[in-house]
């Protein structure tokens, strides 16, 4: 299969440029104990970068045709791993952490792969993936943009997220119809803020975006928050409820998701 056809179906498009594959392998600064895993990696251009490394590769590729081609390959350091990587359990995927994970992704799901390595992020060490630009734009955007929202706080509070590079869509086959760029995601030592509940954060973020030109607290009212609860914990933060969203600092998240865990428990 020296010219596979892109699928539509799989959001295909393949990555051809040599200079863009070489500023993602050095991005990744890999090490000789590193552990690679690559998602979507189509006929195997950035997978023969990786593999010039020397070190283990892990491919997840959902084109059965595609990853025969690659298990063809007979390549000791390869597996190859069949299938939608969104159906796997990846505490079984991810048996020997930690892992960099460095991929051109299907932009039709890189939003729920990254919710999928938030719920993982202690097995990796280092991120080093393509997104469309927009949203590229939104992961490393911060409170007053008009691109901030879930994914940028969410990711931004466990991770250092950075640009590598931007990328024309003539780098790709078929080219796309929009831009592209690298972003570098980098785990901090210790998180922006200490959420006491997780699932509580996630939720209270999500809701808060939920309906954009509303103020948080009617958005957070409107996702099944209690008013008396939502007025002790703004009365608590200091934080003016009639603010909205795209204005909080994750430490502003973080400390009304706290103050609201506190009162509610681990019933909310």
Known sequence: ??????????????????????????????QETDRVIEIGPGPGALTTRLLATGLPVLAVEIDRDLAKALEERNEANLKVKTGDVLRFDWSELLTQPPYKLIANLPYNISSQILF????????????????????????????GSRNYGILSVLMQTWFHVERVIKVPPGAFFPPPKVDSVVLRMTPLSKPRVDVQNEALYRKLVKSAFAQRRKTVRN??????????????A???????????????????????????????????
């Open 116 to 143: 999928k390595v938030l719920e993982h992020r202690y097995a990796f060490s280092c991120l080093v993936l393509m997104f469309q630009k927009e949203v590229g734009e939104r992961l490393v955007a911060t409170e």
């Open 234 to 268: 703004f009365a608590a933060t200091e934080i003016d409820p009639g603010r909205r969203g795209e204005t909080f600092t994750i430490e502003e998240f973080g400390a009304l998701a706290n103050l609201l865990y506190s009162i509610n428990g681990e019933n909310d």
């Open 219 to 232: 958005s957070l009212l409107g996702s099944g928050w209690q008013a008396e609860q939502l007025d002790q």
């Open 1 to 30: 299969m020296s010219n596979p056809r892109p699928r539509k179906r799989f959001g295909q498009n393949f990555l051809h440029d040599q200079h863009v594959l070489d500023r993602i392998v050095a991005a990744a600064e890999l």
